[in-house]
């Protein structure tokens, strides 16, 4: 099965922030890997944000941040 990126979830995925906490108002591309496995481990919030941090989580565990950080710089948020 092959998987097939939603390009648009990835361009909005770029610029979501973290909307509460320790970490709030950073990229979800900057929080630390162990905050991720942490949430992985306590249960994903439910929604957009608990998604993407799924995403994130598995984007950064195989080193894919650089493509995040690519987005970034080549489509700015206006």
């Known amino acids: 099965m092959e998987i097939q990126p ?3 979830q990835l361009l909005e995925l770029a610029h979501y922030k973290m909307p509460f906490g320790k ?3 950073r990229y979800l591309v900057d929080l630390p890997l ?3 496995v942490w949430f992985q481990q306590k249960g994903f919030p ?3 944000l608990g998604e993407y941090l799924q995403i994130t989580l598995t984007i ?4 894919l941040e650089p493509i995040i950080r690519k ?3 080549e ?4």
């Open 60 to 63: 950064k565990d195989n080193g």
């Open 75 to 78: 489509f700015p948020k206006e």
């Open 46 to 48: 439910k929604g957009k």
């Open 23 to 25: 970490y709030k108002d």
């Open 6 to 8: 939603n390009p648009q």
């Open 34 to 36: 162990p905050y991720l």
């Open 71 to 73: 987005l970034q710089k």
